[in-house]
Structure formats: C-alpha cells, structure tokens
C-alpha cells in the first residue's frame, strides 16, 4: 500500500497560482502512476491531471490545459501540480491519487489510492 497526504491548498485571487505537493510513503514511490483528481461542490470528480511512474507520459483535462503542470520526483516520493491563472471554476477539493498500473491513468475512478484532499479556493 502506499500512503499520500496532499498540502499546498488555499485561496487566491483568480490570476493567481497555487502549488500542490503529494507526499507519498509506503510501498515504492515510483511503482505508481498518479494523479491530481479534484471535485467541486455538486460535481463528479474530475482527473484533472496524470503522470506515469517515471515521469514520461503525462495527461491533463482540456480545462486545466496549458494553465496546470503535473510533475514527480521519485528520490523525493513527492507529486506536485503547478496550477497557474486559476480560475473561480477551479476551486475545488484536490486530492492525490496513485495506481499500479503501468500507464496513465486517466479516469478517477481507476485510481486504488487516494489522500484525505487539500481546498483550493478561488476568488474572482
């Protein structure tokens, strides 16, 4: 099993910029993929964006194209997402979520680990 607890989280003006982390402990960091899933009041979760176990491959929703970037440091057993110009429609429970599998992972649903969730929200 592998455990993630997520910070970073808080609020900012729209414009703004937000970095999470995701802290991972237990079995091998770099035995996942993983994952930055978020889910906004009334809303089904949404993967915003992905990244293969080591680094290679990497997947984000068309909302968070160009304005979030999604990187790993394996040495480190840390995710992080970048996300820039945040936008009120961003604000959003972000949570960390990591699977064994050997590709992206693309669909919340998929993921088999999740941390406990960082708030981001946004103010226009």
């Known amino acids: 099993q592998v455990q993630l607890v997520e910070s970073g989280g808080g609020s900012v003006q729209a414009g703004g910029s937000l970095r999470l982390s995701c802290a991972a402990s237990?079995?091998?960091?770099?035995?996942?993929?993983m994952g930055w899933v978020r889910q906004a009041p009334g809303k089904e979760r949404e993967c915003v964006a992905a990244?293969?176990?080591?680094?290679?491959?990497?997947y984000y929703a068309d909302s968070v194209k160009g304005r979030f970037t999604i990187s790993r440091d394996n040495a480190k057993n840390t995710v992080y997402l970048q996300m820039n110009s945040l936008k009120p429609e961003d604000t959003a429970v972000y949570y960390c979520?990591?699977?064994?599998?050997?590709?992206?992972?693309?669909?919340?649903?998929?993921?088999?680990?999740w941390g406990q969730g960082t708030q981001v929200t946004v103010s226009s």
């Open positions: 979520a990591a699977d064994p599998r050997t590709v992206v992972v693309v669909r919340w649903y998929e993921y088999d680990y």
């Open positions: 237990g079995r091998t960091f770099s035995s996942y993929a």
């Open positions: 990244i293969s176990r080591r680094g290679g491959s990497t």
